[in-house]
């Protein structure tokens, strides 16, 4: 059974960075696809970035050139660096194991951690 853990969100002004960690234990995680999501109040779940086993990136439009995700397998841990924070970003942050569908569209795969909450003051 595969079990995450976030960590290092907070409240941070706009323009300002965070960087949130999700450990993974379960599962074999070099062999793992992962992905970082985020759910603001009465919005749907999105993804917003997704890193392969072999290390390839993809990011939703709203956080490209802003956001990067990458990934430690010796740590079983995965990252998300996010710079040039904007209020909209608000929002409770999740990862997660991804697979791929044959549609490519990337779905999680594990049960939900409790997510960290970032809030980006105006």
């Known amino acids: 059974q595969v079990q995450l853990v976030e960590s290092g969100g907070g409240l941070v002004q706009g323009g300002g960075s965070l960087r949130l960690s999700c450990v993974v234990s379960?599962?074999?995680?070099?062999?793992?696809?992962m992905g970082w999501y985020r759910q603001a109040p009465g919005k749907q779940r999105e993804l917003v970035a997704v890193i392969t086993s072999g290390g390839s990136t993809n990011y939703a439009d709203s956080v490209k050139g802003r956001f990067s995700i990458s990934r430690d397998n010796a740590k079983n841990t995965v990252y998300l660096q996010m710079n040039s924070l904007k209020p909209e970003d608000t929002a409770v942050y999740y990862c997660?194991?991804?697979?791929?569908?044959?549609?490519?569209?990337?779905?999680?795969?594990?049960?939900w951690g409790q997510g960290t909450q970032v809030t980006v003051s105006s």
């Open positions: 997660n194991v991804c697979t791929r569908r044959l549609s490519n569209e990337w779905v999680p795969a594990a049960p």
């Open positions: 379960g599962g074999i995680f070099r062999l793992n696809a």
